[in-house]
Each structure stands twice: as structure tokens, then as C-alpha cells.
């Protein structure tokens, strides 16, 4: 049990002394000297139980059903022999009071003791109601003792509710405070979130902006050149810049930056491409994107992939083709995998002939950036199956 129990506990057995008290002066005034044992006693165990309960030697809940059973024997013996109508068995009433300070009681703990004090309520009226007690006591007494039992009984339990109230009071203040300060808190970080999302779309933008840059030198550079082949290195080196740079872009004007539309990107990545090498040939673009959701420390690399498969697509599947497709299939697997189905349906290129130029060797330097594995498909066209782990 907690500390607010312990206290109420020493508190209870301090007024259970007093009332005794009152008891034990009752029954001297009324010169009944065989049944002063019985609030001497309980005054005693009473008193015990506060100093075994200051040291620590038992806790709150053995003293509570200790003490519960002296009330209920101290009930039983002064109604028998003063009578019902003295009103001792108010005291009884007290149990459930102080038990209800108690706080989370086990289910079996709190229905077997309210089972208890039903049962002992219902003996009491049974034996005792409108009974006499063996000693004969005149009206005006009995009717004292019922109203000094009645108030001392009351002020227990007016104390248990106001102590009740008090710390019921306090957890709430305790709560209102607790809630203004998590608000504030909770205010203070959605601020430095906001910041921070404003700091990195910054970050983007100027990455894109540089990139563009550099895509922009790369062009100027390649207009000084004569050398076609030479002409050819730069523009493809300027369609790697530009793949990063829609990235960034994309980065730039996404509300979230952990994540973006990777249907949108690849579709925005490959179109470029289309516009870049594409001029007489109708190729359609077969672009499927199902329960993808990457970082852009994937979407780079992958990005960077797509960029070069395409690019060798767009340059030698159709030479001798006015139609063609365009394949890009990418999937969540089930076993914690992304799959991509990649390619073209052009002249196609045997798995033994793959070329190891520049493209083929960034195209491996990719896939291992991915921690994954790639294979060219034995289909009609080229197609290329990439198989990565779930970097999240």
C-alpha cells in the first residue's frame, strides 16, 4: 500500500485510542466495572499497533484487518451487554470507510472483506437489534450514548472523506500541472520539428539548386566539344546530376521528408529521360509502384539505378524499332524484400554479352550501396530483377 494509507492508518488507530477512551469513562460512569477490560484492551492493541507501524514492523494493510477485528469483537461484546440501542454498532460502518482509502485492493481482497462486513452487519441485526444488553441502562443514558457514538462515528468518517477529498484534490492538481507541462512541452517540440522540417527543406533546395549548377557547367562544357563521343560522357554524367537533383526537389516540396511518392519520382525521373533521348519513337512507359515506402538514403542509389538502365534502354533497345516499352515493376516482398522488375522489351542483350563498361560497373556499385543482388531476366528484351533488403 502506498504512504497516504500508512498515514491514514496511524491516524485511525490514534482516534480508535480516543474512543476507547470515551468508552472506557462511559462504562466507569455508569459503574460497570466488569467490562472495563474490554476498551483497555483494544486501547492497548491500538497503541501497539501505531508504534509497530511507526518502525516499520508490519505495514498499513496488516494493521487495517488487525484492527477491523478488534472493532468487530469490541461491537459484539459492549452491544451484548449494553444493548442495541447504544449505537457501537456505527463502528462497524467505519471499515468500509478506511478500507476505500486503501486504494487498489485485489478483486478477491475487496469482494471477500465487503463479503465479510455484510456478514457480520446481518449477524449483529439478527442477534442484537432492539435487544437489551445484560446490564440495564435508563433511556436518558442509552439515548446519550447512542448520539455520542453516532458523532464520534461521524467524525471518523467526515475525517476519512475530507482526507479522501484532499488527496483526490491534489492528484488532480498534481495532473492539471502535470498536463500544462507536457502541453508546453509537447508545444516546444512540434516548434523545434517545425524548425527543423523548414532547416531541411532548405538543405534540399540548395542541394538542387547545386546540382542544377553543376548540370548547368556540364552543358556549357559539353557545348565547347566537338567529339560526339566526348559530347555523349557529359550528357549522360549530366543525366546522373539531374536523377539526384529531382530527388532533392521532390524532397523540397514533400510535407514529409522522411518519405515521398516513389511513383511520382520514378515516373518524373523516367519521363526526363524520355524527353532527353526520345525524339521518333512512341515508347510507352509501364510504370507499377505497389506498398513502396523508402528513405531518400535508398531513393538515391536506386534512383541513380534506374537513371542508368534506362538511359542504355532508351540508347540501344530500339534502334530498329518505332514502338517499345518501358518496364519498371516495384514491389514490397513479403519476406522483408523489395523487388524491382526493370528493362525494355527491345532487341535485347544475352545474359553472356552484358556489357562491363562504366554504366555496368554503377549499376553493381548501386545495387551493393543497397545491400541487394541484381540479375538480368532470360525474358524477350532486356530485363533485370533487383532484390533488396528493407533498409528500415
Not at 302 to 319: D, M, P, R
Not at 325 to 341: A, G, S
Request: proline content about 2%; aromatic content about 12%; charged content about 15%.
Amino acid at each position: 500500500m502506498d504512504h497516504r494509507f500508512t498515514k491514514i492508518m496511524a491516524q485511525s488507530l490514534l482516534l480508535g485510542v480516543f474512543i476507547n477512551a470515551y468508552i472506557l469513562s462511559t462504562i466507569l460512569h455508569l459503574g460497570l466495572h466488569n467490562i472495563i477490560w474490554n476498551p483497555i484492551i483494544a486501547a492497548i492493541l491500538f497503541l501497539a499497533g501505531y508504534f509497530f507501524l511507526q518502525k516499520n514492523k508490519i505495514n498499513a494493510t496488516q494493521v487495517f484487518f488487525g484492527g477491523s477485528i478488534i472493532v468487530i469483537y469490541e461491537v459484539f461484546i459492549l452491544t451484548h451487554f449494553l444493548g442495541w440501542n447504544c449505537g457501537f454498532y456505527y463502528y462497524v460502518f467505519l471499515l468500509p470507510a478506511v478500507f476505500l482509502i486503501g486504494g487498489k485492493w485485489e478483486k478477491n481482497i475487496a469482494t471477500s472483506f465487503y463479503s465479510f462486513v455484510i456478514i457480520i452487519t446481518i449477524t449483529l441485526f439478527v442477534i442484537y437489534f432492539n435487544k437489551k444488553g445484560v446490564y440495564s441502562i435508563s433511556p436518558e443514558i442509552t439515548s446519550y450514548t447512542n448520539l455520542s457514538n453516532f458523532i464520534s462515528a461521524g467524525i471518523v468518517i467526515l475525517i476519512v472523506i475530507s482526507y479522501f477529498s484532499r488527496t483526490v484534490l491534489k492528484k488532480e492538481n498534481e495532473l492539471l500541472i502535470l498536463n500544462t507541462t507536457l502541453t508546453k512541452q509537447n508545444e516546444k517540440v512540434v516548434s523545434q520539428h517545425n524548425n527543423l522540417q523548414i532547416l531541411m527543406k532548405e538543405i534540399h533546395h540548395r542541394v538542387k539548386n547545386n546540382l542544377q549548377m553543376v548540370n548547368s557547367l556540364l552543358r556549357l562544357q559539353a557545348n565547347e566539344i566537338e567529339d560526339e563521343k566526348v559530347i555523349e560522357l557529359f550528357n549522360v554524367s549530366r543525366q546522373r546530376v539531374l536523377s539526384m537533383a529531382k530527388l532533392h526537389e521532390k524532397m523540397y516540396g514533400s510535407e514529409d521528408l522522411q518519405h515521398i511518392n516513389v511513383y511520382e519520382h520514378f515516373e518524373s525521373l523516367i519521363k526526363g529521360l524520355l524527353d532527353s533521348y526520345v525524339t521518333d519513337k512512341e515508347i510507352t512507359l509501364d510504370l507499377k509502384v505497389k506498398n513502396v515506402n523508402l528513405k531518400i538514403d535508398s531513393l538515391i542509389p536506386l534512383g541513380l539505378l534506374v537513371n542508368e538502365i534506362i538511359t542504355n534502354s532508351l540508347k540501344y533497345a530500339f534502334l530498329n524499332q518505332e514502338k517499345g516499352i518501358i518496364k519498371l515493376h516495384f514491389q514490397f516482398l513479403n519476406n522483408q524484400e523489395y523487388e524491382m522488375i526493370i528493362g525494355d522489351n527491345g532487341i535485347g542483350v544475352k545474359v553472356e554479352e552484358a556489357p562491363s563498361g562504366l554504366g555496368s560497373k554503377l549499376i553493381k556499385a548501386f545495387t551493393k550501396q543497397l545491400n541487394g543482388s541484381i540479375e538480368q531476366l532470360n525474358t524477350p528484351g532486356t530485363m533485370f530483377r533487383l532484390v533488396f533488403k528493407n533498409p528500415n
